[in-house]
């Protein structure tokens, strides 16, 4: 009897060994990146911010959002930022082809070089705000460019994108939200 | 040509390998003493096919011969000769055969010191080395090949990150490998020891002086990670509990605690089934690092381009060598005969409360690093946890043991007598609060200044203490000379890692405690005082490196002896990867460091930003860590702790 | 009357400048308590990243403004989560984090005192003789004799 006791025992580091590899393995499949942060605003409110003027285009804030006809995208971009430049042409299929409004906030950026860009590559966007020192987007979680929010007809944040959004990102993920917010109170 | 031969003797190495595991296995089971015998000789070979392997590489890298892929991403030919070299090292392929270069370089070791010992022993200590060089030899073979060839080599290499090329860096890895792989070797003891069934006093005569070198090892191999970060990393910091870090810290705290085990079980032959436990444990810790450097499931500032597939294939690993010798050892540990008793005021039962205190640190730094794994599991939720966390939980677990070393080695073996000892306890109590309250009264300090600096004084005091009573200071001094140098050098180990542990902590209370810490704009010309330092800002110019630009700045400084130095800090961009980086510059002392970090230009003319650190007493810390190594070293020079001592009566 | 003009106008420049001081002080220990989000490991502190700056601009001005440290961590947290906090949380959730510590020092102690009570149980060796217990007994057996 006493023998069985000190057996169990002996097997307590073997079982908490694989406990532990239960966790790794479960990290290992899912391949995430730990750096990667998910938004603490999902299903929230979009939060007021106080955008600037960009010469020439509509502004915004987040009064825009609520109360909307439908699903609407808030786009943080930068001029000196290059993975924007790289989903700006998906961003102009959204615009043009899906017609889904996109809202810009232009981050921490020299507000003539960002006029270029849109004249010179084309404007997406509904309308945009700037946000010149950074401020408004800290309100949003913002922690880096680009980053896309998908915004339903009530102004809450449904998903946030981290990254530039590229054609697989645009077809599988975006579009799919975007329509199951429209069906959504049909 | 070079580079094909390596790749072939590597594979031959792992045919080898495969015999070094079956021959010995398949001896001992049949009692075959020729096969048992021939282990020694297929090690010789592993090892000098795995030798030649590597210098192909080597000579890859010193040649630059950028065909080869690992070369031209991770060299350049610009790179001087040291660095070409350590280059081999500083990637996951090169570092991975020079892991199993230690290890068969460890296996030759074992068989050639232990000619003597039991053959049936030796053979699966062997066999199971051979078995984890299979295991590594095909990790590298099938998913880390550093053999491979690219076709259209670039003439110049990519590899230039000046930031790694350091001497501490460069010798760092090879360090803490002799020191992981080191662990490999108690590791084979144990699971041998379970096999066979007992463990007799050969045994613990071996695991000791292994056990000895791999943390010396580890011990230096760490702190020169830790001085590479605090010249190279721009903060003033020298340790980060970046689970990188923490992955040797774990194996360190688990080879302390199993050094202080063993010397229970050598001494009074009990506490075996704990101490064969914690060598599959610190092993399996080294395991674990790798698992965590190299497969990308935590966020860390040193780890090696990551790779899922390769996690997997680590984690297998890890179940098999982890999972198969804590299986063992549940089966056979409980009919391993228990030795000897002793009352818990003992040496032995101090030593016990020592091994508390460093599993239980073992652990808690496990649980930090892996918190952020388990949560998201859980509650799929991302939390994150840093230094304040550690240094929170940390300190306050040491305290004890420190505590503890002090007068432990005071205490008898088998049942201490109490009188005496709290004499002792209470005269190295007044001796160190008088120090450290004096110090604390002089220059002013916080609470736990002063808790560091008692516990530094306690150690220094009760270290002394303990030496003068063993060497007997009431006797004439002839005596007292007499008996000093008949004091086995092992006692002499101990109090020097001791005192080394001491002069640590003074390092690290002095340099956060009366830390000066300047962040401010200066602009050219200007002069700050710092302590009885003045700094004059004399000079900023461009300068340019091989893939770098940077802008240098000039600072006179005039120590208070008015001594005059300069020193060059850097603020580097380098167009290729759009990166800046600070280098900085650093007057290093015996009683404090001058550290100058350059920061960005700011708007008003010739003004930039700077952040001046002056740290006293920070190169104790590595001074500390060292004078542990050497006490590590004394004792492993011990003739009684000589690999293969009295065996000569077996 | 000038000179209580010059004493109230140093008074309050000193005040400003302690003021400044103690905020200095709790942005410094509130910067090491942050993570910086898009360096791999680093504190804001250490972190001379943009976004790193513009979060300590935030948590300075705060300081500023008299909030405390915990309704500055819960304004980041509520934007970020609980990520960008270095030190844990002391929630339900974390509460083996904190107590683990303390948990494996008591298990250790409570594993090692039934073993080795175990042991003592099977065993029945004398304790040794301690050098004054010897003396004694070599006197007594010293005196037997003669």
């Known amino acids: 009897m006493k023998n069985k006791l000190k057996y169990f025992y002996s097997y307590t580091p073997l079982i908490v060994f694989l406990i532990l590899v239960l966790f790794f393995a479960r990290q290992l499949i899912l391949k995430e990146d730990p750096s990667e942060l998910p938004s603490v605003l999902i299903d929230e409110k979009f939060p007021s911010i106080i955008l600037s003027e960009l010469v020439g285009y509509k502004v915004f804030s987040n009064k825009n959002l609520i109360n909307a006809n439908g699903p609407s995208l808030v786009n943080i971009w930068s001029s000196w930022c290059v993975p924007c430049k790289v989903e700006h042409e998906y961003l102009m299929s959204m615009s043009n082809n899906y017609n889904i409004i996109i809202y810009g906030i232009n981050y921490k950026d020299n507000k003539e070089d960002a006029l270029k860009v849109l004249d010179l590559n084309g404007n997406p966007f509904y309308a945009i705000g700037a946000d010149q020192d950074g401020m408004q987007s800290i309100n949003l979680g913002v922690y880096g460019v680009p980053e896309t929010f998908i915004i339903d007809r009530d102004g809450n944040i449904r998903y946030r994108h981290v990254g530039p959004i590229l054609e697989y990102d645009m077809e599988k993920i975006i579009l799919p939200i975007i329509n199951k917010i429209k069906q959504e109170r049909l | 040509m070079i580079i094909e031969l390596g790749h072939f003797l590597l594979a031959l190495a792992l045919s080898l390998s495969i015999f070094q595991f079956l021959v010995p296995a398949v001896g001992v ?19 000098i096919l795995v030798l030649f392997s590597f210098l192909s590489l080597v000579y890859a890298y010193i040649t630059s011969d950028f065909s080869v892929s690992l070369v031209a991403k991770n060299s350049h030919s610009l790179k001087p000769l040291l660095y070409k070299i350590s280059g081999v090292w500083g990637n996951h392929e090169g570092s991975l055969l020079l892991w199993v270069l230690i290890l068969t370089f460890y296996s030759v070791a074992v068989a050639i010191l232990g000619r003597r010992l039991p053959l049936k022993l030796l053979s699966l200590v062997l066999s199971c080395q051979g078995l984890i060089a299979v295991a590594f030899i095909s990790f590298i073979l099938f998913t880390s090949n550093p053999f491979v060839r690219i076709f259209f080599p670039n003439a110049e290499g990519e590899g230039f990150n000046p930031i790694l090329q350091d001497f501490g860096l460069a010798i760092h890895p090879p360090f803490l490998y002799l020191g992981y792989v080191g662990l490999s070797v108690t590791f084979s003891f ?9 463990v007799d006093t050969i045994w613990v005569k071996w695991v000791r002086p292994w056990t000895l070198i791999a943390w010396v090892f580890l011990t230096i191999g760490i702190a020169l990670g830790s001085w590479w970060a605090y010249r190279e990393l721009g903060w003033g910091g020298w340790w980060f509990w970046d689970p990188v870090e923490n992955a040797s810290f774990m194996p360190w705290l688990a080879a302390t605690a199993l050094l202080h085990s063993s010397i229970v079980a050598e001494k009074r032959d009990t506490l075996k089934a704990w101490t064969i436990l914690l060598a599959i444990i610190a092993f399996s810790f080294c395991l674990l690092g790798t698992f965590i450097v190299r497969s990308g499931v935590l966020v860390s500032v040193h780890a090696f381009a990551s790779d899922p597939s390769r996690g997997l294939y680590i984690l297998l690993l890890l179940v098999f060598f982890t999972g198969g010798g804590l299986a063992l050892f549940a089966k056979r540990a409980p009919y391993l005969k228990s030795g000897s ?7 032995e039962g101090a030593l016990v409360i020592n091994n508390i205190i460093f599993a239980s640190a073992a652990a808690t730094v496990l649980l930090g690093t892996l918190y952020p794994i388990f949560i998201d599991a859980i509650n799929n939720s991302k939390v994150s946890v840093g230094p304040p966390y550690f240094e929170a939980v940390f300190i306050p677990l040491m305290v004890p043991a420190i505590l503890l070393c002090a007068f432990s080695p005071m205490l008898s073996w088998k049942r201490a007598i109490i009188d005496n000892i709290i004499e002792r306890i209470i005269a190295v109590f007044i001796c160190s609060l008088f120090l450290a309250s004096l110090i604390i009264i002089i220059y002013g300090g916080s609470a736990s200044a002063f808790l560091g600096l008692f516990l530094a004084f306690w150690l220094i005091c009760g270290t002394l203490y303990e030496f003068l009573i063993k060497v007997g200071v009431k006797s004439s001094f002839k005596t007292f000379i007499q008996r000093a140098l008949n004091l086995p050098r092992s006692a002499y180990g101990m109090s020097v890692a001791h005192i080394g542990v001491a002069i640590f902590i003074i390092g690290v209370t002095v340099s956060s405690a009366w830390r000066i810490d300047i962040e401010k704009p200066i602009i050219l010309g200007e002069k700050i005082i710092v302590k009885d330092i003045e700094l004059t800002f004399k000079n900023i110019k461009k300068v340019e490196g091989p893939n770098w630009n940077a802008d240098r700045g000039e600072f006179e400084i005039i120590t208070s002896n008015g001594a005059k130095h300069f020193l060059y800090p850097e603020r580097r961009f380098y167009p290729a990867s759009q990166v800046n980086t600070s280098e900085p510059a650093i007057m290093s002392g015996i009683f404090s460091d001058l550290y100058i970090v350059l920061g960005e230009s700011l708007q008003e003319e010739d003004s930039f930003a700077f952040r001046i650190y002056y740290s006293p007493f920070i190169s104790w810390i590595w001074f500390g860590i060292l004078l542990m190594a050497m006490g590590g070293i004394l004792s492993l020079s011990d003739r009684k702790h000589r690999l293969g001592y009295g065996l000569k009566q077996v | 009357m000038t000179t209580i003009i010059k004493f109230i106008f140093c008074f309050f420049i000193i005040s400003n ?15 090491k308590e942050l993570r910086c989000l898009v360096c791999q490991n680093q504190s804001l502190l250490e972190s001379n990243a943009p976004l790193a700056l513009d979060l300590k601009k935030v948590v300075m001005d705060k300081i500023e403004l008299g909030q405390s440290k915990n309704e500055i961590k819960k304004f980041l947290v509520d934007r970020y989560g609980e990520f960008i906090l270095l030190k844990p949380k002391y929630s339900i959730q974390n509460i083996l984090l904190w107590l683990g510590p303390i948990l494996f020092l008591l298990i250790g102690f409570f594993v090692t005192f039934v073993f080795l009570r175990k042991q ?12 004054e217990e010897e003396n004694s007994l070599k006197k007594i057996l010293d005196n037997n004799v003669s």
């Open chain 2, 29 to 47: 089971k049949f009692n075959s003493h020729s096969m048992m015998k021939s282990t020694s000789i297929i090690a010789y070979m592993s090892f």
């Open chain 2, 190 to 198: 144990s699971i041998a020891a379970l096999l066979v069934g007992k």
């Open chain 2, 341 to 347: 008793l002793f009352k818990p005021l003992s040496r």
């Open chain 3, 17 to 31: 400048s302690v003021l400044a001081d103690t905020n200095n002080k709790a942005a410094y220990e509130l910067y």
């Open chain 3, 120 to 131: 003592s149980m099977y065993k029945e060796e004398p304790l040794p003789l301690t050098n």
